[in-house]
Nanobody, 123 residues
């Protein structure tokens, strides 16, 4: 599976962005999809994950209620709608795919990674 994330950019605090991640291949629906982020000097962390059918979603505590993860298996695409953005959301955002269930928070569980897209939130 090849993943390509896009949609990042510069936004003011309180604004919104939607990230997209397009996947190649015919097996997209068999993967759990995750969004991770890495800020300068910090470890990579899970932002959100969505199960294969889209019926189960997981969020980090810092984004719950502000971000929404979704997927369209017909389009081989996963989305991250980010609202009420804060300067601390500034990071490179990565999409990732894994074939196993559970353990959403561990980046080493993910098999495939996109190239990352930069989100910068100004105060």
């Amino acid at each position: 599976v090849q993943l390509q994330a896009y949609g990042g950019g510069l936004v003011q605090a309180g604004g919104s962005l939607r990230l997209s991640c397009a996947a190649s291949g015919r097996t997209f629906s068999t993967y759990v999809m995750g969004w991770f982020r890495q800020a300068p000097g910090k470890e990579r962390e899970l932002v959100a994950a969505v199960h294969r059918s889209g019926g189960i979603t997981v969020y980090s505590g810092s984004v719950k209620g502000r971000f929404t993860v979704s997927r369209d298996n017909a389009k081989n695409t996963v989305y991250l709608q980010m609202n009420i953005l804060k300067p601390e959301d500034t990071a490179v955002y990565y999409c990732a795919a894994k074939s196993s269930s559970g353990r959403y928070y561990y980046d080493y569980e993910y098999d495939y990674w996109g190239q990352g897209t930069l989100v910068t939130v100004s105060s």
